[in-house]
């Protein structure tokens, strides 16, 4: 009877949220773990709200500094925003090959010069390989190499940067977002 139960909760136990790495998220200009205010921002990189909100969050962190704010980027692309899991995707790739130096280039330069890009109406006839021929073009600028960014973004290379982005997703999912841009403070 016992092995009947366990066997019976086998498929519920296995179907959980998977685990994300420590720490969750990109935390902004060097917020220290001290600071005595934590705030977490979830943001979609193709959404006009998290475009809107970003630059008073930012401006926040940069007023208060490190050592009182530590502000933490959560990646929440949403289902309806076409590119929204790709320019996240990415932006793990990028904090990847710059050891984290150039995250928030990234995040701001989708966020304030590719929305309109990016929005879904543009990729109606266009492919995976278009937009990642965008998001090349747009690495190179910032001085990373086309070829291995497109190695590593590449949804069908074996990485982790696939797993990275559906696990923040669903992390985002557990705490009942449904919409961005969405803050805890703490």
């Known amino acids: ?111 304030s010069q590719q929305l309109d890009a990016l929005r879904d109406v543009n990729f109606h006839n266009k492919s995976d390989a278009d937009l990642l021929e965008l998001f090349a073009s747009l690495v190179t600028d910032m001085g990373f190499e086309t070829d291995r960014f497109k190695e590593l973004t590449d949804r069908r290379s074996p990485n982790d940067y696939e797993r990275l982005t559906r696990v923040m997703w669903k992390y985002a999912c557990t705490r009942e977002f449904l919409t961005t841009s969405k803050l805890t403070v703490e």
């Not at 720490?23 to 001290?34: E, Q």
């Open 1 to 111: 009877m016992y092995a009947l139960g366990l066997l019976l909760l086998f498929p519920i136990i296995s179907a959980q949220v998977a685990t994300p790495p420590r720490p969750i998220g990109f935390v902004y200009n060097g917020g220290k773990s001290t600071a005595k205010v934590h705030v977490d921002i979830y943001i979609d990189l193709v959404c006009p709200d998290s475009r809107d909100a970003w630059p008073g969050v930012k401006a926040a962190a940069l007023h208060y500094g490190p050592d009182q704010l530590r502000l933490t980027v959560l990646l929440f692309p949403l289902p309806y925003h076409q590119n929204a899991f790709y320019a996240s995707r990415a932006a793990y790739v990028i904090h990847k090959l710059s050891n984290g130096t150039k995250t928030f280039d990234w995040i701001e330069r989708i966020l």
